[in-house]
């Protein structure tokens, strides 16, 4: 059970329900996983799911980069449910089933494409070192130019406050979905 459960449709407060209703027009699918948690802060949920409608859908990077972003952050943050969510996606995407292999097992994928590798040091330093070097920043700049940098910046700062959001409220996945290995300390 989540530290903040699922509130039932008929409990919703009015903030709650407008919150809802305008997440169902944008993403035309239920409210789950951390947008149910955020919905105890309506408010905090649908800025969320503005960022989360333009970084996921229409950034600057090929959905397969996103999708690898995402994968590097959940697994930097060990996150069950945004991994079960997003790995069937980033293969749907087009990144090789070797690559999700190697993040999920907490190593560096060695069959990725150049853009690939760009977006998975990017992240990996970003993640790792809190900045990137000036190398990774000039590599990914000549790659995406420099609003692809702050929409590949973006992707990671969102996928690991939704990676938080989770965490903190200890969200399980649903009975069968994959899960990743943990590893020590």
Known sequence: MSRL??????????????????????????????FEVML?????MTLARSMGDYLRFRSRLPAALCELVILVTARVWSQDYEWSYHAPIAAQAGLAPSVIAAIRDGRRPRDMTEEQEIVYDFSTE?????RVSDDTFRRAERAFGRAGVVDLVGVNGYYTFLAMQMNAAALRVADGAETLPRFPD
């Open 40 to 44: 105890h802060s309506p408010q905090v």
């Open 5 to 34: 459960p699922p509130i039932a449709p008929g409990a919703y407060t009015a903030e709650q329900k407008q919150a809802v209703e305008e997440f169902l027009a944008a993403r035309k699918v239920a409210i789950s996983g951390p």
């Open 126 to 130: 970003l993640h790792r070192d809190r």
